[in-house]
């Protein structure tokens, strides 16, 4: 069965940082587009980094860029958010996703994947 677990979220400051960790089973890594999408109160929910299993590279929204890595761990099957420079619009619940056939060629993140974990929430705030 495949899961999605994510861990990391809290309440920081703005301009701080926070990873976020996503402990995945059931399935493996390389076989899956891997995605994590946030969804934040009154918008729109938006894909904001991601991994492509066709090309192997990694895409972030123009909203992160620059702020946000997103990575694997293969041995460990965990998928990880590294959050640097937060700033209060980045507040939101944060999931963590893949699809074994989603094809992610650049052009930014999709925000619809087949599977997802529970989310966890993030909130930036002074």
């Known amino acids: 069965q495949l899961q999605l677990v994510e861990s990391g979220g809290g309440l920081v400051q703005p301009g701080g940082s926070l990873r976020l960790s996503c402990a995945t089973s059931?399935?493996?890594?390389?076989?899956?587009?891997i995605g994590w999408v946030r969804q934040a109160p009154g918008k729109e929910r938006e894909g904001v980094s991601c991994?492509?299993?066709?090309?192997?590279?990694?895409y972030s929204a123009d909203s992160v860029k620059g702020r946000f890595t997103i990575s694997k761990d293969d041995a460990t099957n965990t998928v990880y958010l590294q959050m640097n420079s937060l700033k209060p619009e980045d507040t939101g619940v944060y999931y963590c996703?893949?699809?074994?056939?989603?094809?992610?060629?650049?052009?930014?993140?999709?925000?619809?994947?087949?599977?997802w974990g529970q989310g966890t929430q993030v909130t930036v705030s002074s």
């Open positions: 996703a893949a699809d074994e056939y989603l094809v992610i060629l650049g052009g930014g993140c999709p925000r619809a994947y087949d599977y």
């Open positions: 059931g399935f493996t890594l390389d076989d899956y587009a």
């Open positions: 991994i492509s299993k066709t090309d192997g590279n990694t």
